[in-house]
């Protein structure tokens, strides 16, 4: 089986394929003071809860764009799994071409969405990815990596308003009864899912209008879902889009 880990600034997200298929996942929050062992212990854990063994992974494939976590995450697969994972980074084939002015400024999560992408769906395509940011990102339909736009994301502009302003509260990003809010609780659940779902729908408009209206809209990360649900912007909701594109990169590299 392989095991695939892509290490985000927010979450760090795991599963297991069986050949193409992807059984257990999981979602950690990204913890910059745990040591090698602990993380180690921690996907051990993982593993055997999906009801495997951590003889069974075959290899690990790893994207991440927090650099000190990758060599602890690497130490922790080396020393528990007994594999040193395949880290996407720039000597890495992933069969997509990058037309970015600096191809090494790319993060490795959106490099293997774009290969995802690429085999999966095809393109011209846009990839809105909800994570720390919120990302768009163009691929054509030749499947190359063309660019994209980078807002913060849904969960820094909340943490930002309950710190910045001293009566705001702490907010769960919940679908509020109306637009229009009654109370400040509902009113900042207003400004912060709905005003994401306009910017999501004027930036795939504007994107749409450079790729084509062919493009395909496809949604990813841990609040993809909550968006869907608000638009009919979003095409296909693909939650593991990143799992499956580090999948197709190892297979690649095999």
Same mark, same amino acid.
């Given at each position: 089986?392989?095991?695939?880990?892509?290490?985000?600034?927010?979450?760090?997200?795991?599963?297991?394929?069986?050949?193409?298929?992807?059984?257990?996942?999981?979602?950690?929050?990204?913890?910059?003071?745990?040591?090698?062992?602990?993380? #180690?212990?921690?996907?051990?854990?993982?593993?055997?809860?999906?009801?495997?063994?951590?003889?069974?992974?075959?290899?690990?494939?790893?994207?991440?764009? +927090?650099?000190?976590?990758?060599?602890?995450? *690497?130490?922790?697969?080396?020393?528990?799994?007994?594999?040193?994972?395949?880290?996407?980074?720039?000597?890495?084939?992933?069969?997509?071409?990058?037309?970015?002015?600096?191809?090494?400024? +790319?993060?490795?999560?959106?490099?293997?969405? *774009?290969? *995802?992408?690429?085999?999966?769906?095809?393109? @011209?395509?846009?990839?809105?990815?909800?994570?720390?940011?919120?990302?768009?990102?163009?691929?054509?339909?030749?499947?190359?990596?063309?660019?994209?736009?980078?807002?913060?994301?849904?969960?820094?502009?909340?943490?930002?308003?309950?710190?910045?302003?001293?009566?705001?509260?702490?907010?769960?990003?919940?679908?509020?009864?109306?637009?229009?809010?009654?109370?400040?609780?509902?009113?900042?659940?207003?400004? /912060?899912?709905? #005003?994401?779902?306009?910017?999501?729908?004027?930036?795939?408009?504007?994107?749409?209008?450079?790729?084509?209206?062919?493009?395909?809209?496809?949604?990813?990360? #841990?609040?993809?879902?909550?968006?869907?649900?608000?638009?009919?912007?979003?095409?296909? /909701?693909? @939650?593991?889009?990143? /799992?499956?594109?580090?999948?197709?990169?190892?297979?690649?590299?095999?």
């Amino acid at each position: 089986m392989l095991l695939t880990i892509d290490v985000g600034n927010t979450n760090i997200t795991l599963g297991l394929y069986d050949g193409e298929t992807l059984g257990p996942r999981w979602r950690l929050a990204t913890n910059h003071e745990r040591m090698p062992d602990e993380y #180690g212990f921690q996907i051990v854990g993982l593993i055997e809860h999906g009801c495997c063994s951590p003889d069974q992974i075959t290899g690990v494939c790893m994207a991440s764009v +927090v650099p000190p976590l990758t060599t602890k995450i *690497a130490q922790a697969c080396r020393d528990y799994i007994g594999h040193d994972p395949l880290v996407i980074d720039a000597g890495v084939r992933t069969g997509v071409r990058i037309l970015y002015e600096n191809p090494r400024s +790319v993060g490795a999560d959106r490099i293997v969405d *774009a290969a *995802a992408v690429q085999k999966l769906y095809g393109g @011209p395509a846009c990839v809105v990815d909800f994570g720390t940011g919120t990302t768009f990102d163009a691929i054509s339909v030749e499947g190359d990596y063309l660019g994209g736009a980078i807002a913060p994301g849904i969960s820094i502009a909340a943490e930002a308003l309950f710190s910045r302003a001293a009566k705001l509260p702490r907010v769960d990003l919940d679908r509020p009864p109306s637009v229009i809010g009654r109370n400040t609780t509902h009113a900042m659940q207003s400004g /912060l899912l709905f #005003g994401y779902v306009g910017l999501v729908e004027g930036m795939v408009a504007r994107f749409r209008k450079e790729l084509g209206s062919q493009m395909k809209t496809i949604a990813t990360g #841990g609040l993809a879902e909550i968006i869907a649900r608000e638009t009919d912007v979003i095409e296909i /909701l693909a @939650p593991w889009l990143t /799992l499956d594109g580090l999948r197709i990169v190892w297979e690649l590299n095999q």
